[in-house]
């Protein structure tokens, strides 16, 4: 990615410079079925332990609380496919901003006589207690709200939302699972798991600098899954485990959160002076900032704005022509065009402005200069776009 | 794994020697969400698309028709988790020698309403037609038989069971999806899943040569999943692909398919020498071999043995520590003892032989040195282990 600007780190972050090698080396050293049960085996079994040991302590869980998995969409489907388990179907609520790999799979459990509601985020981009309550139902089992959303950035206010259903739970005597995707939250906002009352929690490596193909699910109490399979992973996630994959995503696990406090003002700092630089350029709206309460929290990692009545799709292609990567929202939505933009809608956003919208999103290798150049590419590109658009 | 003698590749073969730089090459090179519109995203995007390309080739597929996933038991999950999406529930015929992806499965299944029959095996390890015929019901759904047993290395006559079923279902007028576990199929038999009526068929990556997280699934026809999630892989298979992963796979079955026919012929001599020295050992039987019947087909990677009242655990172990490296059985069930021996019971060996047997398998780098140094110490090592048990 040499002489380009890169700012779609909420679509996967360039992976840390030390782990391809790292990779390459663990490779080469760990070959054998961590099932097995001779010494080649048992020795790349060690590597996951200890890299399970290690992810706890980060997360402030215990080890036998993380399950690897392939993925953040495979942690959540592990968890959500898992209701298919129950003898009854009951209703569920997920929120209305959800990633894909969870509120598509919303079609599914509809299809199969699960009740659903969605539950829309305020104009902020916000879960509302208020709206949350009324929705609560005597069979109400589980609950999904993402932790920080990969579109808006919005921090999601998980206590007190938990503690609304906890509530409800006690008062009801049915268990509610709380399930959050945290893959925008790991290293963009002090996130421990083990610290809410929540049942499970989705992570990505690619997302925090690791390899693609490695996540985490983090699960209070282990669940009944649709398939136990060879019983690796505490027979929640089943197959040969990616060892190198879980190494890679444990080293860059350790790195982002020991820089955790620096990474975040860094990134509030970037986030400071291109909404700044932003608002000086003809055409373009911040979305989702708070521009008078300060206590409405946002990632410092993700700035969503708008450049309707330009397309945003139409901006992505072109900056992408002048090595400048953004995105239009969700890459996991990205390439269809009716699922573009649901999140925004849902948010509040109009039609019209969904369809301009861009999202820049940094990491703890952009820079001050990253952002200069941007805007100023993106002040001239936009000019030039408009010109076309009269 | 110098100076050792790696005998399990079917549990795990090591990885191709040029891959482990070759996956930190792409993982420098291909850095961004293969589902991103922008330049960086389309490259990564490219890359999976020319590894389908290759792999449909070599494999006599459609590219379309090919899905990458994180291994082989995702890819069998995927099929069977299909199951959950058909409004009434089926009946399902499962081999009794499937790999605990699928057979586990079927605890699931049951629990869920469907009604399974498993099919044993004769007492050379072969699914016969005359078994299958009578187990069709006029609402069966799903029958799963894999292609090559992973612990007796059986080579199921599927062509003929493939027959008995469409004839049936013909008749019948439902239609029965048949999926087959390829997994010990791929680079070690002449294997095209185009050329067979089947629906589906899995693969994995580890298993010849590729890393750990990369399998493939084998759809004749798109079906309707769980979890379409963010569209990737044709929305049968979600999540953020791993693309160095999936060229790594593309470049070892380029490699494994290229050289089949030596490769077969390599080990059928390797397996032959090594039987012939196995029987001159005192309390070794091998399990499942053509003694008389030249028709029986089995692979010839794989050797199952016994040395009870040995356990074959205990075997597994002292071998281990002379750096020699065999199996029980399925890596993937090596650590449950409950679960141990399945396979082989349900293949009318004794409860006591199941208890001693031993896996040996072998690789294209498998030397005749290998084999004759591993029988030497076996022969060693049982001596001494059978003084202990007298």
């Not at 001779?38 to 706890?56: L, P, V």
């Not at 215990?62 to 209703?91: A, D």
């Not at 696990?253 to 932003?278: D, G, Q, R, V």
């Not at 890459?331 to 999202?359: H, M, T």
Request: one cysteine or more; a positive charge; proline letters at 4%.
């Amino acid at each position: 990615m040499k002489n380009s600007i890169y700012l779609d780190w909420a679509a996967s972050a360039p992976i840390n410079a030390d782990l391809p090698s790292f990779i390459a080396d663990a490779l080469l050293t760990f070959q054998g079925n961590p099932s097995s049960i001779h010494i080649e085996g048992k020795t790349a079994g060690i590597q996951i332990d200890n890299s399970r040991k290690m992810c706890a302590t980060l997360l402030g869980t215990k080890p036998e609380q993380l399950v690897f998995t392939s993925g953040g969409t495979e942690s959540n489907n592990i968890v959500i496919s898992s209701l298919f388990r129950k003898k009854s179907k009951g209703h569920i609520i997920i929120s209305a901003i959800e990633h894909p790999s969870i509120y598509e799979y919303s079609t599914t459990l509809k299809d199969t006589g699960f009740d659903i509601s969605y539950i829309k985020p305020d104009l902020n981009g916000f879960i509302n207690s208020n709206d949350l309550i009324p929705l609560l139902k005597p069979n109400t089992v589980f609950v999904s709200i993402m932790t920080v959303n990969n579109e808006t950035g919005a921090i999601q206010p998980l206590k007190s939302l938990i503690s609304i259903i906890r509530n409800f739970q006690q008062t009801n005597g049915r268990s509610i699972h709380i399930h959050t995707d945290a893959v925008q939250a790991l290293g963009k906002i002090p996130f421990k798991p083990g610290l809410l009352d929540i049942d499970s929690a989705s992570f990505s490596a690619h997302k925090i600098g690791g390899s693609k193909g490695t996540g985490l699910l983090y699960l209070k109490k282990p669940i009944s899954v649709l398939s136990p399979g060879g019983g690796q992973e505490f027979s929640i996630r089943p197959g040969t485990e990616n060892i190198a994959g879980i190494m890679a995503f444990t080293r860059a696990m350790k790195e982002s959160l020991n820089k955790l406090n620096n990474n975040i003002k860094h990134a509030a700092y970037l986030k400071s002076l291109l909404i700044t630089k932003l608002l000086k350029i003809d055409g373009v709206e911040v979305l989702f900032r708070s521009k008078t309460d300060d206590t409405l929290q946002y990632s410092s990692f993700i700035v969503s704005a708008t450049v309707s009545p330009v397309p945003g799709e139409v901006l992505v292609r072109v900056l992408s022509d002048e090595c400048i990567f953004i995105s239009t929202g969700s890459a996991c939505s990205s390439k269809n065009r009716k699922k573009q933009g649901r999140v925004l809608i849902a948010s509040g956003i109009s039609e019209k402005d969904a369809a301009g919208s861009i999202r820049i999103s940094t990491g703890c290798s952009t820079t001050e200069e990253n952002i200069i150049d941007f805007c100023n590419i993106l002040d001239e590109k936009l000019s030039e776009l408009k010109k076309y658009l009269r």
